[in-house]
T-cell receptor, first 109, second 113 residues
Framework: TQLLEQSPQFLSIQEGENLTVYCNSS?????LQWYRQEPGEGPVLLVT?????EVKKLKRLTFQFGDARKDSSLHITAAQPGDTGLYLC?????????FGKGTLLTVNP | SQTIHQWPATLVQPVGSPLSLECTVE??????LYWYRQAAGRGLQLLFY??????ISSEVPQNLSASRPQDRQFILSSKKLLLSDSGFYLC????????????FGSGTRLTVV
């Protein structure tokens, strides 16, 4: 089973700041997904990246897939309190999705 | 459009009691179905997955079992709950044959007392 390492585990910032969270593995990803989860809810899919070097943007969120497909990052510009949540990366193979432990982001007003 | 329903939202059960959590999917056929457990609001642990009716794969040996009596119905059960079964249980589905595009239910918070 591929192990996904996410960093940092916790991040607390002020509204308006920028931030980056990371997802790394010792093995190559076939594809990588990013989810956001709010307290008491299920995770919601943000993006899927497939191609090495791929960059996808979702409003203020920028997702990057490493050239070697062993790492990914999520950058948030001008964070807002609504961005607060648990950010999870996940990798799928053989019909199963394996998750990292997540980065718990708190954006303070 | 596809929707996933999971209930109940919260459950408090005594140690030794049985458990039945139900999950249903609408708007799609022959989905892959999953049960995950999340402890302390962090990473998700895959418990069971199913690629078809009556086909269940278990990822972690434990006090729980799963069944898929109908194409779009997935049930998580236990005959006797343990304190360690407490947690946040999530059902999810994905298109048949896909390793992406998972959609999660809203979860069940189980507290065993």
């Amino acid at each position: 089973t591929q192990l996904l390492e996410q960093s940092p585990q916790f991040l607390s910032i002020q509204e308006g700041e920028n931030l980056t969270v990371y997802c790394n593995s010792s093995s190559v990803f076939s594809s990588l997904q990013w989810y956001r989860q709010e307290p008491g809810e299920g995770p919601v899919l943000l993006v899927t990246v497939v191609t090495g070097g791929e960059v996808k943007k979702l409003k203020r969120l920028t997702f990057q897939f490493g050239d070697a497909r062993k790492d990914s990052s999520l950058h948030i510009t001008a964070a807002q309190p609504g961005d607060t949540g648990l950010y999870l990366c996940a990798q799928g193979s053989n019909y199963k999705l394996t998750f990292g432990k997540g980065t718990l982001l708190t954006v303070n007003p | 459009s596809q929707t996933i329903h999971q209930w109940p939202a919260t459950l408090v059960q005594p140690v030794g009691s049985p458990l039945s959590l139900e999950c249903t999917v609408e708007g799609t056929s022959n989905p892959n179905l999953y049960w995950y457990r999340q402890a302390a609001g962090r990473g998700l642990q895959l418990l069971f997955y199913s690629v078809g009716i009556g086909q269940i794969s278990s990822e972690v040996p434990q006090n729980l079992s799963a069944s898929r009596p109908q194409d779009r119905q997935f049930i998580l059960s236990s005959k006797k709950l343990l304190l360690s079964d407490s947690g946040f249980y999530l059902c999810a589905w994905s298109p048949q044959g896909a390793n992406y595009g998972y959609t999660f239910g809203s979860g069940t918070r189980l507290t065993v007392v």
